[in-house]
């Protein structure tokens, strides 16, 4: 069965610093990746995906990710943490081959300081 | 292209009333996913559908919830006799069949009171 795990169920950066999240999948066979954001009391909008090709993959809002094979992760990075990224961040994993099904980590809340 | 569409948006119901939560998938999808998000918590897989089928439903619980994606018509999450725990939001998110991404409506936030 896939398991995904967020280490660290809140994380706070201050205004400008390096946002980490970090993500590890359980799985013999690499899934596809996704990481997900959500605002208050709104739905999950996707912020990047990997599914084949280069392993490091840029998204939305300055966001990116990188598919390490050998320590099956995924962290989300961002450069300089801006106050609207405040929200709560869910990685997700979709096996191969087996139909489109989802699997969601418990979620990070990031905290930005200004 | 219209988004995922999911309504209403906020649902309240008295113990024992039946919740209804409709969700109509992004055009062209026949994948969808029905996920419920408890206050502080993330997102727990209830059911996997596509058109006439249920996929897995390994998440729902067995009694008072069901799930159908009709032929024609939105896909609808129904939960009998509502109870207290059952506050909470419901996602229902959609896919393609040749692509691997789901898409996520606004959510339904259920209250029992």
């Known amino acids: 069965a896939q398991s995904v795990t967020q280490l660290g169920s809140h994380v706070s950066v201050s205004e400008g610093a390096l946002v980490l999240l970090r993500c590890n999948y359980s799985s013999s066979v690499p899934p596809y990746l996704f990481w997900y954001v959500q605002y208050p009391n709104q739905g999950l909008q996707l912020l990047l995906k990997?599914?084949?090709?280069?392993?490091l993959v840029k998204g939305i809002n300055g966001f990116e990710a990188e598919f390490k094979k050998s320590e099956t992760s995924f962290h989300l990075t961002k450069p300089s943490a801006h106050m609207s990224d405040a929200a709560e961040y869910f990685c997700a994993v979709s096996p191969k081959g087996t139909g489109n099904q989802f699997y969601f980590g418990t979620g990070t809340s990031l905290t930005v300081i200004p | 292209n219209a988004g995922v569409m999911q309504n209403p948006r906020h649902l309240v119901r008295r113990r024992g009333q039946e919740a209804r939560l409709r969700c109509s998938p992004m055009k062209g999808h026949s994948h969808v996913y029905w996920y419920r998000q408890l206050p502080e918590e993330g997102l727990k897989f209830m059911v996997y559908?596509?058109?006439?089928?249920?996929?897995?439903e390994s998440g729902m619980p067995k009694e008072r919830f069901s799930a159908e994606f009709p032929k024609e018509g939105p896909s609808i999450l129904r939960i009998q006799q509502v109870v207290r725990g059952d506050s909470a939001a419901y996602f229902c998110?959609?896919?393609?069949?040749?692509?691997?991404?789901?898409?996520f409506g606004q959510g339904t936030r259920l209250t029992v009171v």
């Open positions: 559908l596509q058109k006439e089928n249920i996929i897995d």
């Open positions: 998110a959609s896919s393609p069949d040749t692509a691997h991404e789901a898409f």
């Open positions: 990997y599914t084949t090709g280069a392993t």
